[in-house]
């Protein structure tokens, strides 16, 4: 079975920049996986380059996903994630999508005027992301717009996300203050934190490779026990490029459902391909919370046509079928200038590689998954 994988390596602005606990992100450093069999039907992944100090960010390059594709383990799950939906989505007709997302607030400098433009589109859920710096540096400040905020939006529904503002029991301590009434709270299950720990009504769940299935399984057995002292955290976060696959994405939605815990599914660091293939899971699954799906929304440019992945209000929109991207335009396309006045594009390189193998079209293993 001669299967042919085409690895382009792209950047594209970003709209406005992304804040992230390392810093800021301007452009999404991209590569996008095209799998083609011998019939000549397409699948595509995708996976970023986060520049910070993540291992498994770091190993994100064209050299790693072609021992991916040749069938040599790697310690990224983001490249395993990117090559095997490729080979799950070949010649895939998707079905028409409607899935609502989530709004989500990173800057505690624009809370409030966010918030406000999320409730003039008729956006349901907002989730505010909190860092460190939130509660060392601007406590009174953060704690008072976002008290003001929900009490002249009683209509949104808030979700906070701690994930990036504490390491340890001190910085837990500080976030006491913001256990407010009628919100959720959620813990990034990818971040190591201290197991256990009890801040009022939330409990951090400390979990390094909840991309495992052994690890997965148990903490959210240990989340349910503790719910029954009304503590624990009834939000999960789960996002396709760290569960190795379509598959082991809805596996993973499928356990935490099994615990009475709801998954806010999505990523918003993303681009076009990711977000769509999220979007395929969350009708999947027939998802409850809101989607995370809305990375694509921040990109000045898009990957997959325009008239094919949408946005109206507070939903995005896929208006079915294969997959359509203009790689002549994408490879022409010029994104800005050197300093000394020569072009940038988009497209940074391109790679080819075939594989001739009978497991050509298996999914790669990731240790441990699922």
Known sequence: MKTTFTIRELRIPLKNPEALHSG???????YIIEAQ??????????????PDDNPQHQTVNIP?????????????????????T?????????????????????????????VELFAKKGYEWVKVRLFSKMLDDEVEYVR?????????NPNIKFIFDCAKCFTNAAELRKFEFLLLPNAEYIIDPHRENQ???????????????????????KQIIANH?????????????LRLPKHGALLGAEKMIHSANSYAMEPLFGSGIAG????????????????????????????????????????????ALFEGGKIEIDWDAIKNKVIGETPKGEPVYMLISEKVVVNESEDALKLREYPRLW
């Open 195 to 217: 197991y256990g720990h009890k801040i009022g009504k939330a409990t951090v769940v400390r979990d390094r490779d909840m991309w495992f299935a052994p690890d997965f399984q």
């Open 64 to 84: 790693a996903i072609i021992n991916c594709i040749n069938g040599q383990r790697t310690i990224s799950p983001y490249v395993v994630t990117a090559v095997n």
């Open 144 to 152: 008072d717009n976002i008290y003001d905020v929900m009490n002249a």
């Open 37 to 50: 069999n011998e019939a000549g039907d397409k699948g595509y992944g995708e996976l970023l380059s986060i």
């Open 24 to 30: 800021e992100l301007n452009e999404y450093h991209m």
């Open 272 to 315: 076009d391909i990711t977000c769509l293939n999220e979007m395929l899971v969350y009708q999947r699954k027939n998802l409850p919370m809101p989607g995370m799906m809305d990375g694509f929304l921040k990109q000045k440019h898009r990957i997959v046509k325009a008239t094919q992945l949408k946005h109206s209000r507070n939903y």
């Open 225 to 237: 026990r503790n719910r029954q002292q009304h503590f624990a955290v009834k939000q999960l976060m």
């Open 86 to 114: 490729a080979i799950e989505t070949i010649g895939l007709e998707y079905p028409a999508l409607r899935v609502p997302i989530c709004g989500s607030v990173t800057n505690p400098d624009t809370v409030k005027e966010e």
